[in-house]
């Protein structure tokens, strides 16, 4: 395709890479020695790095042995809980919540969570990642830092049935005042915590407040197959039928995790009549000992996207959403016992196209195309342990890294160039979050946030 005729210069033209394209029926392919045209934060054109050679434009990116992607999209995690990195290590769930985390969580401030989203935003921008959903607490804080350092972010005020109905209404006002702001960049959700933390009721009323409003939902369901077990026992309903007599499922809804979802539950989510969308963390679970996974397959079959996410760092480690694609590949093929699902193009699918769709965010960004908002990576495969190139989808899902992302563009902002992070001072923010850590981290208080008794 031709640069459209502005009659201006580009804001910016990146030539001689190879891009990442979708076709008609979303099949992945490439376009070699091509360029990309970026004007007022949107691809304008998708053309040859010959036809692009003569166009002015204010910033130019030479990208010569590298491929562009669409950028990822970390579909849930809670940035904030960076500052909690390392800190629960080879702990069962329960005890990593009761004993460490949510001890920890009571002495939260919001400039721990304003120094924690500003770490994690840099690590996204450096492994590549555009956008991310987060639900947490201070997040009036962590809107800020998505607004001051470029990124794209789909936001929720956490809360607990415990926290009493004026959490709720915290959420609901929170997600009303920060919609479509930071030029566009933020979406927002009401973001109950689990269906094991919120009343049936509470639940119930987010359903009303989402519909009045026409807002999403961010929550975590069927975690993990002990929620289930245990949900069945004590309601007689799974986490999922629990979403679907309170009309969850009438939302547009994003459930983190499901790897508790069961047969009998995607009859559901099938006929839901909002649009589902499933986050799996695949890391976490390994940690975890969890006996199952997300059911990408599943859920697939049934025309529910499956993004791919990180959670938080607290019980990740990391933010690294390149990761969690090759790591859902590998995971999926010993989990279906089928080496030929999930393909590297398949992953990449969930990577782009199908983590865009989980966010609320498919008919803007997820594609390298003409009218999308212009959010894309530059990776490099000149080092020694991506050649050679005999399969390019391949070689970006399990050979690629994160560190090999060279460049971070955001609605046609750079974020990141040639590696030099240029919208957040990480020293600056790393020391003053490790002078705050010994009352952070202090459990000596006895108070908890939460109960996990699931």
Known sequence: ????????????????????????????????????????????????????????????????????????????????????????????????????????????????????????????????????????????????????CGMRAQ??????????????????????????TAGGRITTALAPHAPYTVTDADLAATTELARDHGLPVHLHAAENRDQTDTSLARHGATPIQVLERTGILGTDVLIAHGTGITEADLP???????????????????????PDTTPVRALRGIGVPVGLATDGAASNNSLDVWESMALTSLIQKSAEGDPRWLTSRQALHHATVQSARAVGLGGSVGRIAPGLRADLILVDLT????????????????????????????????????????TVDVPAVARELEERLPALTDRGHGRRLQEYDT
Request: glycine share 6%.
């Open 383 to 422: 080092g020694p342990h991506t050649r050679p190139v005999h399969d390019l989808a391949a070689t970006l899902v399990h050979s690629a890294r994160s560190a090999d992302v060279r460049t971070t563009i955001v609605d046609g902002r750079v974020l990141m160039r040639d590696r030099v992070l240029l």
């Open 1 to 148: 395709m031709t640069p459209s005729s502005h009659g201006k210069p580009a804001d910016l033209v990146i030539t001689g890479c190879t891009v990442l394209v979708h076709d008609d029926r979303e099949r992945i392919g490439f376009e070699e020695d091509a360029a990309i045209v970026v004007r007022d934060g949107a691809v304008d054109a998708v053309t040859t790095a010959a036809a692009a050679a003569g166009l002015t434009a204010a910033d130019r990116i030479d990208a010569r042995g590298q491929v562009a992607l669409p950028g990822l999209i970390n579909c849930h995690t809670h940035a904030p809980m960076v500052a909690l990195r390392g800190l629960a290590e080879d702990l069962p769930t329960e005890e990593w919540f009761n004993d460490v985390v949510w001890p920890v969580e009571s002495n939260l401030t919001e400039r721990d969570v304003t120094l924690g989203a500003r770490l994690a935003c840099a690590e996204m921008i450096r492994a590549g990642v555009t956008a991310f959903a987060d639900s947490y607490f201070a997040m009036d804080a962590v809107a800020a830092v998505v607004d001051a």
């Open 268 to 290: 559901l989510l099938s006929r839901a009549e909002g649009r589902t969308a499933v986050a799996t963390a695949p890391r976490g679970y390994l940690k975890f000992a969890w």
């Open 155 to 180: 936001l929720g005020q956490a809360y607990f049935s415990s926290q009493g109905p004026e959490a709720r209404e915290a959420s609901l006002e929170f997600a009303l005042r920060h919609r479509d």
